[in-house]
């Protein structure tokens, strides 16, 4: 957006405000601040990462409006096994709810994992426990996606043990070839001492 653009819609939303402000009205639900991308803000993400969150966050919005209301948030840690009080679950949104509209919006919830991350959540609130609950390093977990993680380490060790085992049967393999060979000699040493003591009485 060319720089003046910008300064007219600056000063355009600035008038908005104002008029708003003069006839009472309550401008913090109706003018939200512009926000940038969510890749660009949340740039300590990839954007893997964040597709994770967001269907995670899809999960849990049952009313498919773009927000985790106290209802939502109330079911989601019953469903992770992390139930909260109801102050606690106030106190969970309060934490990351910017705009102050007693819900959490995606760009929200970003930021409890941008907060985790940082180490700014309180050991054992409620948001902590949300964040290791729902935590996925997609990085670890290459294309094939995060739901797919226990498989491909289930995998990862049956191949493991697929190639000790193949190990241990060639370790097995070389240990009855080398009792072969001594029998084998033991068996000629007895016939050549045979042919020896034969040779010996004619």
Known sequence: MPADEELNSILSRRQAINDAMGEGKDVAHQFRPVRKNIYTE???????????YEKTFNKY?????????????KRMMEKLGAPQTHLGLK???????????NR???????????KANAGELVEDSGLSKLAKLTEINVEEVGVGGAKNFFEAKIEELNKSSKFEEEIRQ?????RRQEEERERRKVAFKQKAALFQNGSAES
Do not use: A, N
């Open 91 to 101: 106190g969970m949104i309060k934490e990351v709810d910017e705009d102050g509209d």
């Open 104 to 114: 959490i919006s995606f760009r929200e919830f970003l930021l409890i994992y941008r």
């Open 42 to 52: 949340f740039h300590e993400f990839s954007r893997r990462q964040i597709k994770e």
């Open 61 to 73: 919005d049952d009313g498919r409006d773009g927000f985790l209301d106290l209802e939502e948030m």
């Open 170 to 174: 060639e370790q097995e393999e070389r």
